[in-house]
């Protein structure tokens, strides 16, 4: 069992979209998955499984969880996916724990014993449904939900596009990282086949100290609407690079 965060510093970098794909390569390998969506000011997990945003708004979930502190509708809160995505079948099950835009939740005082009851939620999540991964989609830049995640997570991938916005925010983000002893992945996304972008992936590597381990294409249809590739179009290049985070994850002792 594994908890994996996915963060970025700048917002629209494709890191839900990437977890979700994530998620299903993990259930092609016949794992049981688990999402669950910390960004609650702009959630948006549900909707890239085409799940109908009004139903889930009348459910149970996260926040019902988080402004209540009570673990015992954890069940009502949680979506089974699995048949959604299993054309083809796939071996594994994935679940989602969605959460909703509330005014409470700026109400909610995020001290120690809230961040201890957020991660009795993740080992709750884990358990109740047998989980071999659970991936946090967290929220962008230095918040308390990213900070979160991070310190609980075996791993975090850091999803960035490469301009200067999104180098330097990360930069920073690498030092603390470096500083607690934290595990972090570098995806490097949008990367447009252009001439200069190899040379500019080599100048953001220098600047970083890391490599990018994964690297996604810019795809000019994903920017119309959203569509997971690893379902839909299994074979191409940018599932390939879903397939390796999912390779990655895997391999983690
Ligand atoms: N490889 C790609 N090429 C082009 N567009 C992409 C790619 N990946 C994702 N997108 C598009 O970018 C937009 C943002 O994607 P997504 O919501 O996953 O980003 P995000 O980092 O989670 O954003 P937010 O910070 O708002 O949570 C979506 O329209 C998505 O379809
Ligand atoms: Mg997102």
Redesign the pocket.
């Known amino acids: 069992m594994k908890k994996i965060a996915f963060w970025?510093y700048k917002?629209?970098?494709?890191?839900?979209?990437?977890l979700c794909n994530t998620a299903v390569e993990l259930m092609r390998m016949g794992k049981n998955v688990g999402i669950i969506d910390l960004?609650w000011e702009?959630p948006?997990v549900p909707l890239l499984f085409k799940l109908d945003p009004e139903f889930i708004e009348k459910r149970p979930s996260l926040t019902d969880l988080i402004i209540h502190r009570v673990i015992g509708i954890l069940s009502k809160a949680v979506h089974e996916v699995t048949g959604l995505v299993s054309n083809p079948p796939l071996r594994g099950r994935l679940y989602i724990l969605p959460t909703i835009n509330s005014p409470e939740l700026d109400n909610i005082k995020f001290d120690d014993d809230t961040f201890i009851f957020l991660n009795a939620i993740f080992d709750n999540f884990i358990q109740v449904y047998m989980l071999d991964y659970l991936l946090i989609d967290t929220r962008?830049g230095f918040s308390v939900t990213s900070g979160l995640a991070a310190n609980f997570a075996d791993a975090t991938f850091i999803?960035l596009r490469l301009d200067r916005q999104n180098v330097s925010g990360v930069e920073k983000a690498i030092k603390g990282f470096k500083i607690n002893g934290a595990k972090f992945h570098l995806i490097f996304?949008?990367v447009p086949k252009i001439k200069g972008a190899e040379a500019k992936i080599a100048e953001v590597e220098e600047k970083l100290g890391a490599k990018g381990e994964v690297m996604?294409?810019?795809?000019?249809e994903?920017?119309l609407?959203?569509n997971l590739y690893s379902l839909s179009n299994p074979e191409h290049e940018?599932s390939k690079s879903y397939k390796k985070i999912a390779d990655i994850i895997v391999s983690k002792k």
């Open positions: 970025s917002g629209g970098t494709g890191r839900t979209l990437t960004d702009a948006g962008t999803c996304s949008n996604l294409g810019l795809v000019p994903l920017i609407d959203e940018l």
